[in-house]
């Protein structure tokens, strides 16, 4: 069963930094595409970034995170991390880490398994 645990998240100022990680289990994480989504209060869930199993280099972002946000992952340690810079006040979501063997990587309805989440606010 896979089994995924988000940490890293809390309260920001405007412009600020945090790094999310996500520790999994219950997978062979090394096949698994690994991402990010997120939910704001009121809002659907949307996608933010994902890693490809296939390369280190085939990474995905969303427009509005992409040279702000860079995911990491770690097939060693089974993490994936999420660094967030110049952080605004709209990023502040639940942010989910997520695990899918489908090509549909930004499609929540396509992921195997994700986590229960974590909070993030920034304030402005």
């Known amino acids: 069963q896979v089994q995924l645990v988000e940490s890293g998240g809390g309260l920001v100022q405007a412009g600020g930094s945090l790094r999310l990680s996500c520790a999994a289990s219950?997978?062979?994480?090394?096949?698994?595409?690994m991402g990010w989504f997120r939910q704001a209060p009121g809002k659907e869930r949307e996608f933010v970034t994902a890693?490809?199993?296939?390369?280190?280099?085939?990474?995905y972002y969303s427009d509005s995170e992409k040279g702000r946000f860079t995911i990491s992952r770690d097939n060693a340690k089974n993490t994936v991390t999420l660094e967030m810079n110049s952080l605004k006040p709209e990023d502040t979501a639940v942010y989910y880490c997520?695990?899918?063997?489908?090509?549909?990587?930004?499609?929540?309805?396509?992921?195997?398994?994700w986590g229960k989440g974590t909070l993030v606010t920034v304030s402005s």
């Open positions: 219950g997978l062979t994480f090394s096949i698994y595409t």
């Open positions: 890693a490809s199993w296939r390369s280190r280099d085939n990474t």
């Open positions: 997520a695990a899918t063997r489908s090509l549909y990587y930004s499609d929540w309805g396509r992921m195997d398994g």
